[in-house]
């Protein structure tokens, strides 16, 4: 599965909090991106990364930050998390010529 | 920015039967257009892609045609069987531009034993 792991791979927390997700990849592909998915909508772009401490924002940025440090690792942020933001998170990954490829999700659920 | 639509969003056909899903995308500029497969509790799976330069590529029971001048691609899956039981979407993207997938909303397929 192109090397991509997501960690947690479940998370429960509660309206307020500050969460972070991981992405780590050991594919060397240039760009990566976090998407969130949501019955109706399908995938959802929120940020994506052209290289080391190089980042953009997608369709849904609000309320959420990344940082990457280091090629194979991508931080998605949310500073203070809101019921709306309960959702499934996919970490995908790219040469930016080719397929994207998909990590396993996180599963977020905010009370 | 580019914006793809996709039809139908549910999808029943019988076992041996056809299915056939529609995307149209708005950016004359896009190139690039895969499907991806997801089945439940799973990650997307590219199962096929194309690019401008191609009317029509195929692998197996599954193809996929491209219009550039209707702005509009279709996944043909023929020989339909349980497995291909998924939600499918298709994309688009400029690999000129940005290197962003635009996705459609997806398509719930069903296949009937």
């Known amino acids: 599965d192109a090397g991509i792991t997501q960690s947690p791979r479940h998370k429960v927390t509660e309206t307020g909090t500050p969460v972070t997700l991981r992405c780590h990849q050991t594919?060397?592909?240039?760009?990566m991106y976090w998407y969130r998915q949501d019955p109706g909508h399908g995938l959802r772009l929120i940020h994506y990364?052209?290289?080391?401490?190089?980042?953009d924002k997608g369709e849904v940025s609000d309320g959420y930050s990344v940082s990457r440090s280091k090629t194979e690792d991508f931080l998605l942020t949310l500073e203070s998390a809101t019921s709306s933001q309960t959702s499934v998170y996919f970490c995908a990954t790219s040469d930016g010529y080719n397929e994207q490829f998909f990590g396993p999700g996180t599963r977020l659920t905010v009370l | 920015g580019e914006n793809v639509e996709q039809h139908p969003s549910t999808l029943s056909v019988q076992e041996g039967d056809s299915a056939v899903i529609k995307c149209t995308y708005s950016d004359s500029a896009s190139n690039y257009f895969p499907w991806y497969k997801q089945e439940l509790g799973k990650r997307p799976q590219l199962i096929i892609d194309?690019?401008?330069?191609?009317g029509e590529k195929k692998d197996q029971r599954i193809a996929v045609t491209l219009n550039k001048t209707a702005k509009h691609f279709s996944l043909h899956i023929t020989e339909t069987q349980p497995e291909d039981s998924a939600v499918y979407f298709c994309a688009a993207r400029n690999n000129f531009g940005n290197e962003k997938l635009t996705f459609g909303t997806g398509t719930r397929l069903t296949i009937i034993p």
């Open positions: 594919e060397n592909h240039r760009y």
């Open positions: 990364s052209y290289g080391v401490k190089d980042t």
């Open positions: 194309i690019r401008s330069n191609v």
